[in-house]
């Protein structure tokens, strides 16, 4: 998926992401660390915000890598507020 992403082709990583989801692979940090950023590098803040959001449904805890890719996230999107109060509430 790194290669997806490196190609600009973030909306392919997704799907192929949502393959993984619907199959028994349960995705881990990693990989979602490696979506988020792959949004983040395309723009696409909500699909980020929503794979965040749905890292506890698959027993994933956040780590500073998916804050800091969260972050870049919303920062690429013109999200700055988001930004200022994720910053100040360390609640995205």
Excluded at 9 to 29: G, I, N, R, T, Y
Excluded at 40 to 54: E, I, K, N, S
Excluded at 61 to 80: C, E, S
Aim: hydrophobic share 45%.
């Amino acid at each position: 998926m790194y290669h997806r992403r490196q190609a600009g082709q973030w909306e392919l990583a997704v799907a192929l992401f949502d393959k993984l989801s619907d199959s028994d692979v349960a995705p881990d940090v990693p990989i979602f660390n490696s979506m988020i950023a792959a949004c983040a590098h395309g723009g696409g803040y909500a699909r980020a915000r929503a794979l965040f959001d749905a890292m506890p449904a698959h027993g994933c805890q956040p780590d500073a890598v998916t804050f800091a890719n969260l972050i870049r996230a919303y920062k690429k999107g013109g999200q700055w507020c988001a930004v200022v109060d994720f910053s100040c509430s360390g609640n995205p």
